[in-house]
C-alpha cells in the first residue's frame, strides 16, 4: 500500500461514519415517534366510537399522558394517586370522541355516604379554541370549558374562569360512556366522551375549528377521597386541528444537527490524527 | 345601638347570637324534633340534626366529634387545622321502623331498626355520663351551627359556596355553588355541616333566617324554631352588638355566657351559661363540700373562664338570697320575656 493510500484511510473512514450518522439522523425518528412532544392524533374513522369497547378503537393511535398533583390550595392537594391516563381520538365528519384509559383497582361508583368520593376524569378545552389559557381552571380573561365525568354515572359540561369558578352547563352537550377494564396487570377505567365538533352555543368550545386545539386532562381517584383541587393532571397537549405542516417535524431537525456535529467532530479528529502523523514522519 | 368593643366579622352588620343556659336543660329533644320537623324532613336528610341535644360528658353527635379536628391554629386565623369527615356509623345510621305493619296491620313483631342491628346512634350513650353512685353527674347540651365570627368551614370551601351573610352573621351554604366536596364538614370543629347524600350538597343549620326576617305566612318575626319550641325556654336570641340586650349583657358584661370550645378559634357566636350541680354526697347521702361536676372538664368545654363565670354565677346568687337584687340573675330567670328575643331592634338600619 502506498503512503499516499495509507494517508487518506481515516479519512474515509471518517466520511463514512459521518454519512452513518447523518443517515441515521434522518430515519430513526421516522421509523420511531415522529410526533411533536405534545400532540395526540386524531383518527378520522367513518362509524361511531362513542362504545369504549368498540372494535374501531384498535385502529386508533394512542398517546400515554404522564399526570401530576394538581397545584391547588386544598387539603391532601400533593396526594394524588394515578400517573398516567392513555388517550385517543377520532372524528368522524361531525363528532368527536375521546378514549381515556387508566388504572385504578378500585371501584368508586357512590357518594351515597358522607365519606364516600366517586372516581372522576375530566377533559379540559380553551373555550376560545385558537387560545391557551391557563391550565389550572383558565381564568377571567381566557375561560375553559370541561367536560367531567363521574363514577356515579352523571356528566357534566363545565365552564371555569380560574380555580372555584366551575359552573355547569343547564344543558350538557357531552355525553360519556363509561366500562371497567383491565389496565396492564390492573383494573381501570375505559371511558369515552363524545361531542359534536360544531358549537352553536356561546361558551362552549367550537371543536370544528381549523387550527391545532389545546386539550388537557384530570383524573381523580375516589377511593384516595380526591376531589376539587385534590386531583392528577397533565398540561397542556393538543389534537392536531390545524392544517398539516409540511416541514420537518422538530425531532427530526434536532437529529440531524445532532449527527451533523459528530461527524464534524470525528472527521476533525482524524484529520488531527493525520496531521500529526505526517509531522511525526517528516520531523 | 351597636357597641364598639364587641368583636363582628369584618363586613358584617351586626351578629346574631344564641345563650343557651344549661342549668335550665332537661335533655327532651324538643328542640330537636322542631328542628327536624322544620328542615331536615327530606330525603338525604335523615340521619341530620341541625340541632341535637348530647348528653356531657359523652360522646357527642356525631361520635367523637371533638377529636375530629377542624377549626384553627391560632388566634391569628391564618393557618386551619384540616379535620376529617365522620363516618356515617359516627352520626349513626337512619332507622327504619315498620310501624305501618305493627300499629295497623298487626304484624306480630317487635318494633326495632327494620335495617340491622344498631350498635351506635345519636344520644346512644344519653345519662350514662361520668362519675360513680352516688356521685355520678351529667347534664345535657343542645348544639347548633355556631354561626362563628372566624368560621373555619367558610375558609375550606375552595368555592366560596359557604359564606358568612353581610346583615347577620348568619353563615348558609349557597345550595347553587356547592358541589359537595365536603371540606366544609371537615373543616367545621363542631361538625356542624352535614352533606346531603341525594342532592349531593352540604348543608346545615341556617338559624332560621326566615323567621328571624318576619318571611313566615304571618308576616311576624319569630325566633328560630329551637328556641320558641324549648319547653323550659333556655334560649335567649338577639344581637351581640346590642348592647341594651342580654345576650351583650350575659357574654361582654358579666362574662357568664362561654363559647364551647374556644380553643378551636372560630368564635362561636352561640353561648353557654355554665351548669351548676348540686354538692357531691357522702356514702350516707350527707351533702359534702365538693362540687359535683369536676371543674377540670368544665375547663375543658368552656376554657378557664368558666371558673369566673361560675364564681360570678355563685356571687349574683347569694345576693338574691340574701334579699338584694341581682339583674344578672333576672335575666336567667328570663323576668322579662321582652327580652329573651330581641330580634328586631336594629331593623331601622
New interface residues.
Partial sequence: MTDAAQGRRPLLVAGLLAGLLVASAALVPLIADARPAREIPVENVDGSLADPGADGWSDVPAATIPLASAPSGVPNADDTSVRAVEVEAATTDDTLFVRLRWADSSTDRQTSSPRAFADMAAIQFPVNATTQPAIAMGSQSNLVNVWQWTGTGTTQELLAGGPGSTTAFEQPQVSVEATRTTIGEDGGWSVVFTRALNASVDNRTQLAADADLNVAFGVWNGENSERAGQKAVSEWYYFPFGPAEDGAPFQTILWAVAGIAIALVIAVTAISVRRAGQEAESG | MAHDDVEIADGVDHQVAMVMDLNKCIGCQTCTVACETLWTEREGTEYMYWNNVETRPGSGYPRDWESKGGGWESAEHNERS?GE????QD?GENWEFDHEGILKEGEDKALKPENGDPEWGPNWDEDQGAGEHPNNYYFYMPRICNHCTHPSCVEAC???AIYKREEDGVVLVDQERC?????C??GCPYKKV??N?VT?NSEKCVFCYPRIEGEGPDDEVHPPACADQCTTQLRLVGYLDDQDGPIYKLVEQYEVALPLHPEYQTTPNVYYIPPVAPPQHSEDGESVDVERIPRSYLEELFGEQVNDALDTIERERAKVERGGHSELMEILQDKNPAQQYRLEVFDDD
Fill in positions: 384540616v369527615i365522620p363516618s356515617q352520626y375552595p368555592r366560596k358541589r359537595g366536596y365536603r371540606y364538614v371537615e352535614y352533606y347524600a349531593k
